[in-house]
Nanobody
Framework: QVQLVESGGGLVQPGGSLRLSCAAS????????MGWYRQAPGRQRELVAT???????NYADSVKGRFTISRDDAKSTVYLQMNSLKPEDTAVYYC??????????????WGQGTQVTVSS
């Protein structure tokens, strides 16, 4: 019933910018946290940024000062504004949401992934 739909990936030159979006479909749930992860070729999936409900944002050291995570709870959407992109940012970016309700336990949901390629 719940799906996370990502958009905004693409090919950009070093120093460029992209904004990723991820919207959670469905209704009747509460959002406990949303965030972004990425996985580059030959690497483990790593946390990029998270924004828990009522909590503090958290960023990987490699993206601090360049990326900004934000949420629009009315739209159940999380964004990742990526500036000053570097080739090492190239990866598949995955949206994650922690959702729950009175009828079911908290569960992790993942988006389908969107490719970000930074190359000249």
């Amino acid at each position: 019933q719940v799906q996370l739909v990502e958009s905004g990936g693409g090919l950009v030159q070093p120093g460029g910018s992209l904004r990723l979006s991820c919207a959670a479909s469905g209704s009747g749930f509460s959002i406990y946290a949303m965030g972004w992860y990425r996985q580059a070729p030959g690497r483990q999936r790593e946390l990029v940024a998270t924004i828990p409900t009522g909590g503090r944002t958290n960023y990987a050291d490699s993206v601090k000062g360049r990326f900004t995570i934000s949420r629009d709870d009315a739209k159940s959407t999380v964004y990742l504004q990526m500036n000053s992109l570097k080739p090492e940012d190239t990866a598949v970016y995955y949206c994650k949401a922690v959702l729950g309700s009175t009828s079911w336990s908290r569960n992790d949901y993942w988006g389908q992934g969107t490719q970000v390629t930074v190359s000249s």
